[in-house]
């Protein structure tokens, strides 16, 4: 057995980028752990003056690791020190790991595809962790160990480790590497084979389970780019017309499932205005809002109401308070109406009592629709109609994922012009934009204002238009000057970082921005050579 003075440094290197594979959908601790674990490596081997020698050779890892000092840069005009530093610290792996990866030997191919294994297994154990959550497993192990079970009140929270949409970004691109292996690497076992087809599966349908839009979406695009490249790369005829065929015809199939959901959302029942009943069954009145038009699978929500019936008919049914708030910090009346328009009820007395014990406890819990009574990509896709919906004719958006994100975008916008070339600073964003919110009186509670969530337009708010023009060149330049690292798979990951920046700020979390910074050095420092 080796004792650790065994361990060469290229071993300890290879270590650090282990349990960084592994830490990145599994823990933050080892995220950082491994850092430290590469920075203590390349400092102890020495040849620190050849190191550096050799980064300045690289014109590409000089560009990909300078995009770091442009914080460092925007703290020049920055008024809020703890928020800059913070943000320096929370970015500091654009910068560490580049330049240790580009200052050290890269790996060889059979190295670089056991650390992709491992990552894909750390992504495998992940979401078998997830399903445990889901499926009570964890809560039994908490049980016994006298730990306080968990309440699962959204899908989306089984991702225990990190965040589940930047989990979802992992499996997309353990998806697509496993997708690699398959059609460009060389020859391999059939076993093997099976456990890709059969881990592509499983990672898709996972997607698929937490409702992932943001993943899917990435898939779903990517997956049209690949085929189209597959394409374009075969010399046979019918193949190419073939899956071409199969180009336009996943897209159509879709938009057609898209648009037959908003039918569905627009395919009101029909009510006559002059026909609607004055009295509930135990003689009160009911109030008709006939200008409020939202609805809930096709009924009219603000008719047929009747408050007083509501709460004292609730009351009788469950211990929260009808003016008070669901599990999810939600007005429970608001859910309890929502809830009761989607099955087509009257919001009265007669409404609650055809309400199951079931129904009751989900209302609970903050649902607002019959059909979000059972988790499914479908009833996601149903939510964001009803957002939209909702927001555009005049509803708050707060607590709505889609929604706040218009507003954030709208505010970070309104910054972003009165700071054009260098933004607000490193530490000012926040303060600039909640500024903004106050000034343009937006409807968001204050709980809700927060950054863009958009990437781009985080980086142009602190750092201006020049500094999103530095991030863009850094992405690119590596692209031009390292022609023999510009394979597929990289190509595969920049789509998915830069799709998810669109909706996301993809670098402003730990995993984000390891997950970042740690493949896009890999792929582009340290591979000797691709097939």
Same mark, same amino acid.
């Given at each position: 057995?080796?004792?650790?003075?065994?361990?060469?440094?290229?071993?300890?290197?290879?270590?650090?980028?282990?349990?960084?594979?592994?830490?990145?959908?599994?823990?933050?601790?080892?995220?950082?752990?491994?850092?430290?674990?590469?920075?203590?490596?390349?400092? /102890?081997?020495?040849?620190?003056?050849?190191?550096?020698?050799?980064?300045f050779k690289n014109k590409a890892a000089i560009v990909v690791c300078s995009f770091y000092l442009v914080y460092v840069v925007g703290l020049?005009?920055?008024?809020?020190?703890?928020?800059?530093?913070?943000?320096?610290?929370?970015?500091?792996?654009?910068?560490?790991?580049?330049?240790?990866?580009?200052?050290?030997?890269?790996?060889?191919?059979?190295?670089?595809? +056991?650390?992709?294994?491992?990552?894909?297994?750390?992504?495998?154990?992940?979401?078998?962790?997830?399903?445990?959550?889901?499926?009570?497993?964890?809560?039994?192990?908490?049980?016994?160990?006298?730990?306080?079970?968990?309440?699962?009140?959204?899908?989306?929270?089984?991702?225990?480790?990190?965040?589940?949409?930047?989990?979802?970004?992992?499996?997309?691109?353990?998806?697509?590497?496993?997708?690699?292996?398959?059609?460009?690497?060389?020859?391999?076992?059939?076993?093997?084979?099976?456990?890709?087809?059969?881990?592509?599966?499983?990672?898709?349908?996972?997607?698929?389970?937490?409702?992932?839009?943001?993943?899917?979406?990435?898939?779903?695009?990517?997956?049209?780019?690949?085929?189209?490249?597959?394409?374009?790369?075969?010399?046979?005829?019918?193949?190419?017309?073939?899956?071409?065929?199969?180009?336009?015809?996943?897209?159509?199939?879709?938009?057609?499932?898209?648009?037959?959901?908003?039918? =569905?959302?627009?395919?009101?029942?029909?009510?006559?205005?002059?026909?609607?009943?004055?009295?509930?069954?135990?003689?009160?009145?009911?109030?008709?809002?006939?200008?409020?038009?939202?609805?809930?699978?096709?009924?009219?929500?603000?008719?047929?109401?009747?408050?007083? =019936?509501?709460? =004292?008919?609730?009351?009788?049914?469950?211990?929260?308070?009808?003016?008070?708030?669901?599990?999810?910090?939600?007005?429970?009346?608001?859910?309890?109406?929502?809830?009761?328009?989607?099955?087509?009820?009257?919001?009265?007395?007669?409404? /609650?009592?055809?309400?199951?014990?079931?129904?009751?406890?989900? /209302?609970?819990?903050?649902?607002?629709?019959?059909?979000?009574?059972?988790?499914?990509?479908?009833?996601?896709?149903?939510?964001?109609?009803?957002?939209?919906?909702?927001?555009? +004719?005049?509803?708050?958006?707060?607590?709505?994922?889609?929604?706040?994100?218009?507003?954030?975008?709208?505010?970070?916008?309104?910054?972003?012009?009165?700071?054009?070339?260098?933004?607000?600073?490193?530490?000012?964003?926040?303060?600039?934009?909640?500024?903004?919110?106050?000034?343009?009186?937006?409807?968001?509670?204050?709980?809700?204002?927060?950054?863009?969530?958009?990437?781009?337009?985080?980086?142009?708010?602190?750092?201006?238009?020049?500094?999103?023009?530095?991030?863009?060149?850094?992405?690119?330049?590596?692209?031009?000057?390292?022609?023999?690292?510009?394979?597929?798979?990289?190509?595969?990951?920049?789509?998915?970082?830069?799709?998810?920046?669109?909706?996301?700020?993809?670098?402003?979390?730990?995993?984000?921005?390891?997950?970042?910074?740690?493949?896009?050095?890999?792929?582009?420092?340290?591979?000797?050579?691709?097939?």
């Amino acid at each position: 057995m080796k004792s650790i003075r065994d361990y060469t440094h290229s071993d300890i290197f290879y270590c650090g980028l282990v349990i960084m594979a592994i830490g990145l959908p599994l823990s933050k601790f080892l995220m950082s752990i491994s850092q430290m674990i590469l920075v203590a490596n390349w400092l /102890i081997q020495g040849g620190i003056s050849n190191k550096l020698k050799l980064l300045f050779k690289n014109k590409a890892a000089i560009v990909v690791c300078s995009f770091y000092l442009v914080y460092v840069v925007g703290l020049l005009h920055s008024s809020n020190w703890e928020y800059a530093l913070n943000e320096l610290r929370i970015k500091l792996p654009l910068f560490i790991i580049p330049f240790i990866l580009a200052t050290s030997p890269p790996l060889s191919l059979h190295l670089f595809y +056991r650390l992709m294994n491992f990552f894909v297994g750390a992504v495998l154990l992940g979401t078998l962790a997830s399903m445990g959550e889901l499926l009570g497993v964890n809560d039994l192990f908490r049980h016994l160990l006298g730990i306080p079970t968990s309440s699962l009140l959204d899908i989306r929270e089984i991702s225990l480790f990190i965040s589940h949409i930047r989990f979802s970004l992992m499996i997309c691109l353990a998806t697509f590497y496993l997708f690699y292996i398959i059609i460009w690497k060389s020859p391999v076992s059939r076993l093997y084979l099976l456990c890709c087809w059969l881990l592509i599966v499983w990672f898709l349908s996972f997607l698929f389970l937490i409702e992932s839009v943001t993943g899917f979406a990435i898939t779903f695009s990517i997956g049209l780019v690949l085929i189209g490249y597959l394409a374009c790369a075969k010399n046979k005829r019918w193949v190419q017309i073939f899956i071409a065929c199969w180009v336009v015809i996943i897209p159509i199939g879709v938009l057609g499932y898209l648009y037959s959901m908003y039918n =569905e959302f627009t395919d009101v029942t029909p009510v006559d205005v002059n026909q609607l009943e004055k009295l509930t069954a135990q003689g009160n009145p009911y109030i008709h809002d006939i200008h409020n038009t939202q609805v809930e699978n096709g009924n009219y929500i603000w008719m047929y109401m009747c408050k007083k =019936e509501l709460q =004292e008919e609730w009351s009788k049914r469950s211990q929260y308070d009808y003016h008070g708030l669901d599990k999810r910090n939600q007005e429970l009346e608001y859910t309890l109406i929502r809830f009761l328009a989607s099955k087509g009820l009257r919001k009265d007395a007669e409404g /609650i009592k055809q309400l199951t014990n079931e129904e009751i406890h989900v /209302i609970e819990n903050g649902i607002a629709n019959l059909n979000n009574m059972h988790n499914s990509l479908h009833s996601r896709i149903y939510n964001i109609i009803w957002e939209i919906d909702d927001y555009l +004719r005049g509803g708050n958006p707060g607590g709505h994922s889609v929604t706040q994100r218009f507003e954030y975008w709208k505010t970070a916008g309104l910054v972003i012009m009165n700071n054009l070339w260098v933004g607000t600073g490193t530490g000012d964003l926040m303060d600039e934009m909640n500024i903004e919110y106050k000034s343009q009186a937006t409807s968001l509670e204050q709980q809700y204002w927060k950054r863009p969530h958009n990437q781009f337009l985080s980086i142009a708010v602190a750092l201006g238009i020049m500094g999103l023009m530095g991030f863009v060149f850094s992405i690119l330049y590596p692209l031009f000057v390292l022609p023999e690292k510009r394979d597929i798979l990289y190509v595969i990951f920049l789509l998915i970082v830069l799709g998810s920046m669109v909706s996301e700020d993809t670098l402003d979390t730990q995993a984000g921005v390891t997950f970042f910074a740690f493949f896009n050095a890999l792929f582009l420092f340290s591979r000797l050579n691709r097939n």
